[in-house]
């Protein structure tokens, strides 16, 4: 009987069989990949707006869509600089439409970037979405749409090693794109004969 109640307690028993996943965790995969596609085609699309009012919109939904990209994924650094950038897209719609109080507020929007950096720094790697983001409130302030390309090329490259270091395949395409139809938008339209000569009648008129 002893041996019997011994043999028993060393059986080497299943564990329990663990929790059935949630909704949100069998959904997490799929919402990573869909939101930074998304985020990926949108990119590309504001790279071409010829207007500072349907740049600002497509980078509102831009930016909307990689907060929800970067929280799947445990960026925070990323996701807050887009809640930012989020913020003063909308506050750049808003002066488009003229009103003085968006764009008033929109010259203090970069300032929010000092104490996020300061709270979210962890390794140099956190600065990277902090400068590309710092580049991109910059632009929406600049009046004529060479600045803004301009800068918007510039404040592009950081987000290369961000991507890299986070292993988001499609926000390094994103990026890597969105830096060469940058380069091919600034170039048609303000260098190339057609945009030279749309220039020249628009000064006659």
Not at 99 to 126: M, N, R
Not at 151 to 158: F, V
């Amino acid at each position: 009987m002893l041996q019997t109640v011994l043999m028993l307690l060393s059986w080497p028993w299943d564990p329990p069989p663990p929790p059935p996943a949630t909704l949100l965790e069998e959904w997490t995969p799929f919402l990573i990949s869909s939101t930074g596609w998304l985020g990926f085609c949108l990119s590309l699309l504001n790279t071409q707006m010829p207007t500072a009012m349907l740049m600002a919109i497509t980078q509102t939904i831009n930016n909307a869509t990689y907060v929800v990209h970067f929280a799947l994924v445990g960026a925070w650094s990323g996701l807050a600089t887009q809640v930012i950038a989020m913020t003063n897209g909308l506050l750049k719609i808003g002066a488009e439409c003229g009103s003085e109080l968006c764009t008033t507020v929109q010259k203090y929007t970069p300032l929010a970037l000092i104490p996020l950096g300061w709270h979210t720094y962890s390794k140099p790697l956190d600065l990277l979405p902090l400068c590309a983001v710092a580049g991109r409130l910059f632009s929406f302030s600049q009046k004529d749409m060479f600045t803004v390309r301009l800068i918007q090329l510039l404040a592009l490259i950081p987000w290369v090693p961000y991507a890299v270091a986070l292993g988001s395949q499609s926000a390094l395409a994103a990026a890597v794109l969105s830096i060469v139809l940058q380069c091919i938008a600034i170039y048609t339209n303000h260098y190339s004969a057609a945009s030279k000569a749309a220039a020249k009648q628009k000064k006659a008129k």
